[in-house]
């Protein structure tokens, strides 16, 4: 049976703090003891702004994830920075392990010969790692101006990972949900960037902030993905 090389990440886009259901800083850190990593991004017009800087870096950290804060016009090329930083941040923690279990030893430790040869098998698996990537869009009240820029990075962000080698797929979650919900589970994982774009359509925004349980159903859904995707495999490795 082939091992599953999988990226997993929770990708937070939001332009303030949470005011609603369980503590986000809370549901990235179980995130991440679960196997996925959890960034963010902020929207923001104030770069002063603390309050809302705070729990966006607070929650990547708790997450294992990278942050970044920028503003609207400038999204699209934050989301694919932050995308690639949290992958290779993953990939160069696990080597780092490897290397200190095997030869008592990290990466930065190394003679600069074997160090290139190490980072550029990193380079390699980044572009050759499969990615699963839910996005977490903010569509509160604050939104509203921002919401047709932040669509539009959405998609470039799935057309630009499709270059890579490895296979990449989207997921859509926005918050809060219709109905009084707290979050609405959009678009499950996919590389179609036409159904990615006519879930996106279905947005609404208005109402409060709950990004915790937001963060929490994502991390669900990538969850029980890569679970299902192992029970497939055990099967086939059954009957072939």
């Not at 923001?44 to 994830?65: H, Q, V």
């Not at 016009?73 to 690639?84: C, E, F, H, R, Y």
Request: glycine share 6%; with cysteine; proline share 3%.
């Amino acid at each position: 049976m082939d091992k599953i090389i999988e990226f997993r990440q929770v990708m937070l886009i939001t332009d303030g703090e949470s005011n609603e259901g369980i503590d986000p800083i809370t549901a990235a850190r179980e995130g991440h003891s679960k196997g996925v990593t959890i960034s963010t991004i902020g929207i923001t017009d104030k770069t002063n702004d603390e309050r809302p800087l705070s729990e966006i870096k607070n929650i990547a950290e708790a997450g294992g994830g990278v942050w970044e804060l920028t503003n609207i016009q400038n999204l699209s090329m934050a989301l694919s920075m932050v995308t690639v930083k949290s992958v290779y941040k993953t990939i160069e923690e696990a080597v780092n392990k490897e290397l200190k279990d095997i030869i008592g030893a990290g990466l930065n430790d190394m003679p600069p010969e074997s160090r290139i040869k190490v980072t550029d098998m990193i380079d390699r698996l980044g572009d050759e790692i499969n990615i699963k990537c839910c996005i977490v869009i903010d569509a509160s009240s604050s939104m509203a101006n921002k919401i047709d820029m932040a669509k539009k990075s959405i998609l470039n962000l799935l057309r630009v990972l499709s270059q890579r080698k490895g296979k990449t797929e989207m997921a859509l979650i926005s918050y809060p949900g219709k109905n009084q919900d707290q979050y609405d589970i959009l678009c499950h994982f996919t590389e179609d960037v036409a159904l990615l774009e006519d879930s996106l359509k279905k947005i609404l925004i208005g109402g409060n902030t709950p990004t915790g349980p937001a963060i929490k159903s994502a991390v669900q859904l990538l969850s029980s993905s890569f679970n299902e995707e192992r029970e497939e495999l055990v099967f086939k490795s059954m009957i072939v």
